[in-house]
Structure formats: C-alpha cells, structure tokens
C-alpha cells in the first residue's frame, strides 16, 4: 500500500485528466471527475472507478436540463492495490481513461480489448 495524502492523489488524477487528447475533452459533455476515498457501499471495495451518467451514446434529445454525469476515482482502493508512486500514477491514469470511455459509450469488453482493463 502505497501513503499518499489526498491532495497529491487529486494531482495525478489532475494530470491524467491533462493527458486526455483534446479531441476527446472537446467532446465531453456534461460529465465532472470527482475523487472519494471508498466506493459507496454496495459496490466493489477494491473498485478503483465507477461513471454515474447516461452515455453520450445513449442520449437522445431527451437529455436536457441534466445534472452532470459523474466520473469517480476511488482514492484508498487504488493506494492499496499499488506498491509505489509510479504504478499509482500509471493506474490512476488507466482508471480515468476507462471512466471516461464508459462517457463515450465504450463497454468493459472492449476496453479490456484495448488494453484498459
């Protein structure tokens, strides 16, 4: 388990976030990244992040006056799971990338495919 406090754990979710293409954060809409320590009880305690929302895939013209879709990045789970600063920074970079392909409607299975499991 890796010691991080929470603002520096908020700094690499940061820069992941900063490492996105801007071609992709253009087409983000309506979707905020929020760091928590634990997942909410009934799911995974090992959950590192979970998107809360309806994929832009799956909007219609329905989908109006919305709150934001939510993209959480679970601070403990991912600390626990990694042995030094440097797999925090490349599993906080997975994770965020992940969440937001689910904002673009890509599924688990092909995000496996691609190498962000």
Same mark, same amino acid.
């Given at each position: 388990m890796v010691e991080m406090s929470r603002e520096r754990f908020e700094e690499l979710v940061?820069?992941?976030?900063?490492?996105?293409?801007v071609e992709l954060t253009r087409l983000m809409d309506n979707v905020v990244v929020l760091?928590?320590?634990? $997942? $909410?009880? %009934?799911? $995974?305690?090992? =959950? =590192?992040?979970?998107?809360?929302?309806?994929?832009?895939?799956? &909007?219609?013209?329905n989908y109006t006056f919305r709150e934001p879709d939510r993209?959480?990045?679970f601070r403990n789970p991912? =600390? *626990?799971m990694c042995g030094d600063e440097?797999? /925090?920074v490349a599993e906080v &970079?997975?994770?965020? /990338?992940?969440?937001? *392909? %689910?904002?673009?409607?890509?599924?688990?299975? *092909? =995000?496996?495919?691609?190498g962000y499991a």
């Open positions: 940061s820069d992941a976030l900063d490492g996105v293409p760091v928590e320590d634990e $997942p $909410p009880e %009934h799911e $995974p305690s090992d =959950l =590192l992040g979970l998107y809360d929302g309806v994929a832009l895939t799956e &909007r219609d013209s993209i959480f990045i991912t =600390l *626990a440097a797999e /925090v &970079r997975i994770t965020v /990338v992940h969440e937001i *392909a %689910h904002h673009f409607g890509i599924d688990d299975e *092909a =995000l496996h495919a691609l």
